[in-house]
């Protein structure tokens, strides 16, 4: 794996801060129905609609191919870091939203200094959590009616999962 500035490479999976020319393909993917789903429709400002968050385009072979975002809470008592992310529908169930978790949770453990990261998927969202799993995230527990639902009329339980440093499981090219 090579981390450049911001970037971060494997020999498949590219992850590059999101700029300008990544806004049309990103909000594309966003808008899918399968993303739509999970993520609700983009905001109008979005990918610049959460400034306290750093979003990285997600590039395979080339293309755009998704999203990934992390926070930081930097409070020395509290300190640690969440993830969030999508990936096109059509490139599903190929683990790349894996590889861009276990590489930003690496970026997050070596570089940034965390020791623990939350992730919180909603609780139906299966294939996110096999995904999750698979880099070593653990279930906590379940937020009770946490996330309103797309629609905007009913509500959600999520999972709250994280994963410890000492958890963590390198990927091929760690």
Avoid: C
Avoid at 60 to 74: F, P
Avoid at 77 to 94: E, W
Avoid at 127 to 134: L, T
């Amino acid at each position: 794996m090579e981390h450049v500035g911001d970037r971060i490479d494997t020999s498949r999976v590219s992850l590059r801060p999101v700029a300008e020319d990544h806004v049309d393909a990103l909000r594309r993917i966003h808008s899918r129905p399968e993303v739509v789903r999970w993520w609700d429709e983009p905001d109008a400002a979005f990918p610049w609609d959460e400034p306290g968050s750093t979003r990285l385009t997600i590039f395979v072979d080339g293309r755009i191919a998704g999203m990934i975002q992390y926070w930081e809470e930097d409070e020395p008592k509290y300190r640690h870091a969440g993830i969030d992310l999508f990936v096109d529908p059509d490139l599903h169930g190929r683990g790349i939203g894996t590889e861009a978790v276990r590489r930003v949770a690496k970026h997050l453990f070596d570089v940034r200094g965390h020791h623990r990261l939350e992730i919180d998927p909603a609780a139906a969202n299966a294939a996110a959590i096999r995904a999750y799993e698979k880099v070593g995230f653990r279930p906590v527990g379940i937020t009770r009616r946490s996330e309103r639902d797309p629609d905007g009329r009913g509500w959600h339980d999520g999972l709250l999962m994280d994963l410890l440093a000492s958890e963590y499981t390198p990927g091929d090219d760690d």
